[in-house]
């Protein structure tokens, strides 16, 4: 979070899109707690359930998602448990209203009232499967023996749609979706989306002031670094205020696509090729790695459910956010830590890629959902 440093048209933070993308790791991490393991089965058949396609949460360079469950159920807080993040997105597919359906993965899940503000109605529901795929990452149902898993399956989830079926929005639109996530008590909320790296706080002043106030009301506003692989960050990541993160790969590398630059404080897997980066050995330029899967909407249709693999910015993001909820639930820093405070212990735990401390292609590092909840857990950071 940079403590420092006419209507654009958005580009979503999703790069690309592939189908039924798996791989899998055995997990590492910092932290000492039991593993907890859940039942979810992945693809059918496969003897290693979830765990043969997330990789991003139990993989050589995931989060460490077992680790991090086994921490809050310690705590007596199973997955974020009484945490509201706020997804400003394309809506989630939360529920049964003709001709939508709620995803059958999400089923379960706690969701708190939200608001459509494309359509200026109080039904947020999803028109594109990436808001959808968002939320699941983050909250998806855990040991329910279906599907795959979601890093802060016990949090409350506030669909806020600001992005219409194309994934296009304007600045108006998001502020009175960050604002309305900060007045109805969203600690977190997830911006999984970027303006052109041109777009800055002069031409959108709106969504700007949104983001100062959600702070000041004590909301992390965690935002994706955009996707066009410039030495800038895109707003509104590069706002201050917004805890802007980039994407790495299956092998721990930078992802191809990400934006970088001076603000950036994490990192979080988003899948796809190696990224070269001067003075890191473990990337290979244009090695290909898998996408993020999750639950969502499949084809044309708000109906129709599958496994689907994005890839961009827009999939590390939620990670992150899903982190800073199981943080807030642990109660390591309080009861109700300021977002700063959030920040610090989310990079203080980070896991150091690339150049060793802070650098502008990776941050503080990778986030660890296992040592961002451990107690006395600390390493790196600012």
């Given at each position: 979070m940079r403590r420092r440093h006419p209507r654009p048209r958005l580009r979503c933070a999703a790069a690309t899109l592939a189908i039924l993308a798996a791989a899998g790791l055995a997990g590492a991490g910092?932290?000492?707690?039991?593993?907890?393991?859940?039942?979810?089965?992945?693809?059918?058949?496969?003897?290693?359930?979830?765990?043969?396609?997330?990789?991003n949460f139990d993989g050589r360079y995931g989060v460490d998602a077992p680790r991090a469950w086994a921490n809050l159920i310690a705590a007596d807080r199973p997955g974020g448990e009484g945490v509201?993040?706020?997804?400003?997105?394309?809506?989630?597919?939360?529920?049964?209203?003709?001709?939508?359906?709620?995803?059958?993965?999400?089923?379960?899940?706690?969701?708190?009232?939200g608001y459509d503000f494309v359509d200026d109605d109080p039904y947020p529901l999803d028109h594109n499967g990436h808001g959808t795929h968002v939320a699941s990452t983050i909250a998806e149902r855990t040991d329910n023996g279906v599907g795959l898993t979601g890093l802060a399956y016990g949090v409350r989830i506030m669909p806020v749609r600001v992005l219409n079926d194309q994934l296009q929005g304007d600045?108006?639109?998001?502020?009175?979706?960050?604002?309305?996530?900060?007045?109805?008590?969203?600690?977190?909320?997830?911006?999984?989306?970027?303006?052109?790296?041109?777009?800055?706080?002069?031409?959108?002043?709106?969504?700007?002031?949104?983001?100062?106030?959600?702070?000041?009301?004590g909301s992390l506003v965690v935002a994706s670094a955009g996707n066009q692989a410039e030495e800038v960050l895109a707003y509104p990541a590069r706002a201050d205020h917004a805890l802007a993160v980039g994407a790495t790969t299956e092998h721990g590398c930078l992802a191809s696509y990400s934006d970088t630059g001076p603000g950036l404080d994490l990192v979080a897997p988003g899948g796809g090729d190696d990224r070269a980066v001067p003075g890191d050995?473990?990337?290979?330029?244009?090695?290909?790695?898998?996408?993020?899967?999750?639950?969502?909407?499949?084809?044309?249709?708000?109906?129709?459910?599958?496994?689907?693999?994005?890839?961009?910015?827009?999939?590390?993001?939620?990670?992150?956010?899903?982190?800073?909820?199981?943080?807030v639930a642990s109660g390591l820093i309080?009861?109700?830590?300021?977002?700063a405070a959030i920040a610090d212990r989310l990079e203080h735990t980070a896991r150091d890629l690339g150049s060793p401390g802070y650098d502008p292609s990776y941050g503080w590092g990778l986030v660890d959902a296992a040592a961002a909840t451990t107690p006395s857990a600390g390493q790196g950071g600012p």
């Amino acid at each position: 979070m940079r403590r420092r440093h006419p209507r654009p048209r958005l580009r979503c933070a999703a790069a690309t899109l592939a189908i039924l993308a798996a791989a899998g790791l055995a997990g590492a991490g910092q932290a000492t707690a039991t593993p907890f393991l859940p039942d979810d089965s992945g693809l059918l058949g496969h003897a290693d359930g979830w765990r043969h396609e997330q990789w991003n949460f139990d993989g050589r360079y995931g989060v460490d998602a077992p680790r991090a469950w086994a921490n809050l159920i310690a705590a007596d807080r199973p997955g974020g448990e009484g945490v509201t993040v706020a997804v400003v997105d394309s809506g989630v597919a939360y529920s049964d209203q003709p001709p939508f359906r709620g995803s059958p993965d999400l089923a379960g899940t706690q969701f708190v009232p939200g608001y459509d503000f494309v359509d200026d109605d109080p039904y947020p529901l999803d028109h594109n499967g990436h808001g959808t795929h968002v939320a699941s990452t983050i909250a998806e149902r855990t040991d329910n023996g279906v599907g795959l898993t979601g890093l802060a399956y016990g949090v409350r989830i506030m669909p806020v749609r600001v992005l219409n079926d194309q994934l296009q929005g304007d600045a108006d639109v998001i502020a009175r979706g960050v604002r309305f996530a900060a007045e109805h008590g969203a600690k977190i909320i997830n911006l999984s989306l970027s303006f052109d790296t041109g777009v800055g706080p002069k031409q959108v002043p709106q969504l700007q002031r949104a983001i100062d106030d959600a702070y000041a009301r004590g909301s992390l506003v965690v935002a994706s670094a955009g996707n066009q692989a410039e030495e800038v960050l895109a707003y509104p990541a590069r706002a201050d205020h917004a805890l802007a993160v980039g994407a790495t790969t299956e092998h721990g590398c930078l992802a191809s696509y990400s934006d970088t630059g001076p603000g950036l404080d994490l990192v979080a897997p988003g899948g796809g090729d190696d990224r070269a980066v001067p003075g890191d050995p473990t990337c290979q330029v244009g090695r290909a790695g898998p996408a993020i899967d999750q639950v969502t909407l499949t084809g044309t249709t708000p109906d129709r459910f599958g496994i689907v693999g994005y890839m961009g910015t827009s999939m590390a993001a939620p990670h992150v956010s899903a982190a800073a909820a199981l943080v807030v639930a642990s109660g390591l820093i309080g009861t109700d830590p300021p977002p700063a405070a959030i920040a610090d212990r989310l990079e203080h735990t980070a896991r150091d890629l690339g150049s060793p401390g802070y650098d502008p292609s990776y941050g503080w590092g990778l986030v660890d959902a296992a040592a961002a909840t451990t107690p006395s857990a600390g390493q790196g950071g600012p």
